[in-house]
């Protein structure tokens, strides 16, 4: 066995048999990648030289790790040397970090905008080429960048006008104009539009292309034009220039070749990025490590990067693919002894979990930690595919009112009794919310509804010195927390850039299914079904431990991979370490795997609509109403149902057993004048009863 220190080019000194241990670890089963047991190296002056003579009493620079490669035969691979202690005339101890292990390694403490450290968008060296640069962003053909318009917390303390603030507003300016036309709610306001990012035409442009007044606590600061415009990184760029800053090249890969992946964006929460004429790249990405970064892909999508530090490339790599693929090895013959098998009580299966590191606020009264909880609490419940969101249906009289009870951020948490494997996704998820017009006119209040969009939170600044009307304000709104990881889709509705989180075009009135793929983590397109379904049949049904001594040759030493399924006397099984030797005399080495096939009976996790009864409902209710003219002597006697405003009632799962009985019947009584009294006649009224109550139909 040889190894080359590859920075001076030269060999260690070994002692006479070396042997290193190599564990290399399932990604998806372990934090850390491949790397060796400890080594010890003779402190001979050759070595002390090459590693910087770590033995120095009162060594004042910090020791950094090495490139070196390991050389044993066939056997060769490229790997980052770390020294853990030396002794003069004693030993050197060191460990390797190969491949996956060298890679993370790397970037555990490295920060992501470290990456990007006084590096500008090239072409924008003022605020009026940075605003034509978001322009052209429009198309949503850049590789690199993306654009579309999101809410941001309101703070302006302004009572009248829009509900949110608006990042990459988009549309028409146009005057506060009201046609006098009766009744109030056909008046039509085109100011609104000025909000509007859905229109296109060519007499559009950014709101904040232009100065502006804003209101910020009711205090009006004046906003030079570029602010509220911020580009969007697309997320495979930034991991592109991730794994470049480290020396890796990234393989095309499932989010460079499916769609809506290949435009996803990481969203930013800064309205300030235009305003000093250049757009810094590091304002535009999270306030994380690069290690938490990639931890957002990791663990949202169920997925795992693999380096190879030879070839210094990179891959993603799916639990799902792995599971699907042809087995890789066929390790009969490397048995060396009977196996060790340990099997799981019932209390040691799990059920995965999913939740958010972090979410936007909300005004939802309640929350739920489960599904189990939240049907409990409203049996009616059901979860709204188009935007992610659950609700309940209640009836106020004949109307139906839909109540939300559940965000698209909701976790995801069947409740079942089996212990929970908690995965926590370093990520933000942005919640759709409605952009509201409020005003009045001729003393009528009114509410007009522009469109659903993408709701962030709270607004970051940080480039701008704000000025208040008649005086400069040093102070910047500071009220967002460290920025997160937040992904969005990015696409064309009707040739306009927009965002989302959903499968569904939700600017499109009919609400088309667009993608396969959502960003919450419930429902038929959602994360737990498209990529963490498989890694929960294993946990609830597999995953039984299996020693076994493995005899492995040079060739599978070097290229069998740590995520790879194998085979065993015809049984299919997963490596969670795969251990070997180098160097010294060959000798089978316990590796320890995983099995994947299902033990019967089968725990499977019910889809949404098997733990949402509603959804699956063979009934449903229907609201009925009866009026009614009746006497003086009923109205009278009517008690508190005089002029009585119906009740939201939210009403039990419709089922069989509510057929042909009404539910929930109110009743309320009202007084008509129908003839006003004269000098010559007493007023004359028209009593009325009216009934409403709930019918259970099937569907």
């Known amino acids: 066995m040889k190894i080359t220190n590859l920075e001076k080019g030269e060999d260690y000194n070994l002692k006479p048999d070396t042997q290193i241990q190599i564990e290399r670890t399932n990604p998806f089963f372990n934090d850390y990648g491949e790397q060796s047991t400890p080594l010890e190296l003779p402190a001979s002056e050759r070595n002390r030289r090459l590693l910087g003579f770590p033995d120095s009493f ?76 978001c322009r052209r962003l429009r198309t949503n053909e850049s590789d690199e960048y993306g654009i579309f318009p999101v809410l941001l917390t309101d703070d302006s303390g302004v009572k009248s006008g829009l509900n949110y603030k608006v990042l990459n507003a988009y549309g028409r300016d146009q005057v506060l104009k009201w046609s006098k036309i009766y009744p109030w709610w056909d008046f039509q306001f085109p100011a609104a539009q000025a909000f509007n990012p859905d229109i296109a035409e060519a007499d559009c442009d950014f709101y904040n292309a232009v100065q502006r007044i804003e209101y910020v606590d009711n205090i009006p600061i004046t906003l030079t034009p570029g602010y509220y415009i911020s580009p969007f990184i697309r997320a495979n760029y930034l991991l592109k220039r991730v794994f470049a800053y480290f020396g890796y090249t990234l393989q095309d890969n499932f989010f460079t070749r499916t769609d809506p992946f290949r435009k996803m964006v990481v969203v930013n929460n800064v309205m300030d990025v235009l305003v000093n004429g250049r757009i810094k790249i590091s304002d535009l990405v999270p306030d994380c490590s690069c290690a938490d970064f990639i931890a957002a892909f990791r663990k949202k999508f169920c997925c795992e990067f693999t380096s190879d530090e030879g070839k210094r490339t990179a891959d993603v790599i799916f639990l799902r693919d792995a599971l699907n693929a042809a087995p890789e090895e066929d390790l009969t013959r490397q048995v060396t002894q009977e196996p060790t098998l340990s099997y799981k009580s019932e209390k040691d299966y799990k059920r995965v979990t999913l939740s958010p590191a972090e979410k936007v606020d909300t005004d939802l009264s309640d929350t739920f930690d489960d599904f189990d909880g939240m049907v409990k609490s409203n049996p009616g419940a059901y979860f709204n595919q188009e935007d992610g969101a659950f609700y309940k249906l209640g009836w106020s009289g004949n109307y139906e009112v839909l109540t939300k009870i559940g965000e698209a951020s909701q976790d995801y948490n069947t409740g079942d009794k089996l212990e929970a494997k908690e995965i926590k996704v370093p990520e933000v998820i942005p919640e759709f919310r409605t952009l509201s017009y409020k005003g009045t006119v001729d003393e009528a209040d009114f509410t007009y509804d522009i469109g659903q969009f993408l709701y962030i939170g709270a607004y970051k600044s940080l480039n ?148 949402l009864k509603a959804m699956d409902a063979q009934y449903k209710w229907v609201g009925r109403e009866r009026v009614t003219e009746v006497g003086w002597d009923e109205y009278n006697s009517s008690g508190l149902d005089k002029g009585r405003t119906f009740v939201t009632i939210y009403p039990p799962l419709p089922s069989v057993e509510y057929v042909g009985k009404p539910y929930g019947k109110q009743t309320s009584y009202t007084e008509q004048k129908t003839q006003h009294r004269t000098a010559f006649r007493s007023a004359k009224y028209k009593y009325t009863k009216t009934e409403v109550w709930l019918e259970c139909v099937p569907k």
């Open 58 to 133: 009162g060594r004042r620079v910090k020791m950094q790790p090495t490139d070196v490669a390991i050389q044993d035969g066939e056997y060769f691979s490229q790997c980052r040397q770390v020294v853990l202690s030396a002794q003069y005339e004693g030993s050197i101890s060191t460990s390797f970090y190969m491949n996956d292990g060298s890679f993370y390694s790397r970037i555990q403490n490295v920060k992501l905008k470290d990456i990007f450290k006084d590096e500008f968008i090239p072409g924008v060296t003022n605020v009026e080429e940075g605003i034509e640069f």
């Open 464 to 611: 701008s010195k704000m000025v208040i009307t008649g005086k400069d304000k040093e102070e910047t709104s500071e009220s967002a927390s460290k920025q997160k990881t937040m992904f969005a889709f990015n696409y064309l509705s009707s040739g306009r850039p927009e965002g989302s989180i959903s499968a569904y075009d939700l600017y499109d009135s009919t609400h088309p299914r667009i993608f396969d793929y959502a960003l919450y983590y419930n429902g038929t397109y959602g994360i737990f079904e498209r990529f963490y379904r498989d890694y929960d049949l294993l946990l609830r049904n597999s995953l039984h431990e299996t020693k076994v001594k493995l005899l492995l040759s040079q060739s599978q030493k070097q290229n069998l991979p740590s995520y790879a399924k194998v085979v065993i006397r015809g049984v299919p099984f997963l490596f969670n370490k795969l251990k070997f030797t180098l160097g010294g005399k060959t000798e089978p080495v316990e590796s320890e795997l995983y099995t994947v096939t299902l033990m019967e009976p089968v725990n499977e996790a019910p889809t949404i609509n098997g733990q």
